[in-house]
């Protein structure tokens, strides 16, 4: 009999990992899933309608912008700080209406 057929401890192991990892995808990680990809689609949409309005975000004070010949670094550290703050305020707010 071939042996070269079989699966080895490695394979077996891996395969074992596979299915406990997918095991637990079930219809409520797909329901994040949808609701992730839906936020993403908003925020999309939101960039695309609104972007010409919102040309200020990135150039607040203290958004590092350093410009070289041959060298450009951006840090916009004031910008992000606004956007966690905001995110922040939605995510309680959804929190609290979900109560």
């Not at 401890?9 to 596979?18: G, M, R």
């Not at 299915?19 to 960039?47: P, T």
């Not at 956007?83 to 959804?94: C, F, G, K, Q, W």
């Amino acid at each position: 009999m071939d042996n070269t057929s079989l699966p080895n401890n490695d394979e077996i192991i891996a395969c074992s990992l596979f299915s406990q990892y997918f095991s637990v995808m079930n219809s409520e990680m797909g329901k994040w899933i949808i609701g992730a990809g839906l936020v993403i689609v908003g925020i999309g949409l939101g960039i695309y309608f609104l972007g010409d309005k919102l040309n200020w975000l990135g150039r607040l004070p203290g958004d590092i912008r350093v410009e070289r010949e041959n060298f450009s670094f951006y840090f916009p550290v004031t910008s992000m700080i606004l956007i966690s703050i905001i995110v922040s305020l939605l995510l309680r707010l959804v929190h609290y209406l979900g109560r």
